[in-house]
């Protein structure tokens, strides 16, 4: 089955220690990103990769990182996680990285930084 | 500066009524408008979309509206169901550019009472 998988779907952890979501793609897709969502913010892009080892930041890239070493994998590390990146995050690819090229999303990872 | 404004935040619709989300947008460069369909704990999915050479695209009980002059579009969902129960987002993007410039609204979450 053609998928976006993330994991893990629920992370509950504290400030300042480092983690890392993942994120894989089964597609062959060229395009990854991330985004986050938050209550009356809607959903947000904090990085995004058109290609292999090719990342580019988001509207939001402040205390991420991410890294593109193959195709299919497109983690999520946050170094020193902050209460304010409690949130809901979103992995998604697509075919290309065109405008016009459907995104495919995971079914979302939900971080609580206490 | 928010680039695109979607309106309402919430709507409560009865079974068979008509679902109406609103979308403004700013940049005229702006030349696709695709809409994503989120269930809960579910990742959005495309929903269906349109480009600004045609008035309306249609798709089942779905229609895109969309008014060049004025920047904005709707999604009109016709004899709304309780299925149809999920939070909506439109988003704008360039058709031919980089799928890193797309942009979502803040969502709107509907609710089709049986």
């Known amino acids: 089955e053609a998928q976006v998988t993330q994991n893990p779907r629920y992370l509950i952890t504290v400030t300042g220690k480092k983690l890392t979501v993942t994120c894989s793609q089964n597609?062959?897709?060229?395009?990854m990103s991330w985004y986050r969502q938050d209550p009356g913010l809607g959903l947000r892009q904090i990085y995004y990769?058109?290609?292999?080892?090719?990342?580019d930041k988001g509207d939001v890239p402040e205390g991420y990182k991410v890294s593109r070493k193959e195709k299919r994998n497109f983690p999520l590390i946050l170094e020193s996680p902050s209460p304010n990146q409690t949130s809901l995050y979103f992995c998604?690819?697509?075919?290309?990285?065109?405008?016009?090229?459907?995104?495919?999303f995971g079914n979302g990872t939900r971080l609580t930084v206490t | 500066q928010q680039q695109v404004k979607q309106s309402p935040q919430s709507l409560i619709v009865q079974k068979g009524g008509i679902s109406i989300i609103n979308c403004a947008y700013e940049n005229t460069a702006f030349d696709y408008f695709p809409w994503y369909q989120q269930f809960p704990g579910k990742g959005p999915a495309l929903l269906i979309a349109?480009?600004?050479?045609?008035s309306e695209k249609k798709e089942g009980r779905f229609t895109i509206s969309f008014n060049k002059s004025a920047k904005q579009f709707s999604l009109h969902i016709m004899d709304s169901q309780p299925g149809d129960s999920a939070t909506y987002f439109c988003a704008v993007t360039n058709y031919g550019g980089s799928q890193g410039n797309l942009i979502f609204g803040k969502g709107t979450k509907l609710s089709v009472k049986p």
């Open positions: 990769s058109m290609n292999v080892e090719v990342t």
């Open positions: 998604a690819s697509s075919l290309s990285d065109r405008g016009n090229s459907p995104l495919h």
């Open positions: 349109i480009r600004p050479d045609v």
């Open positions: 597609m062959n897709h060229e395009y």
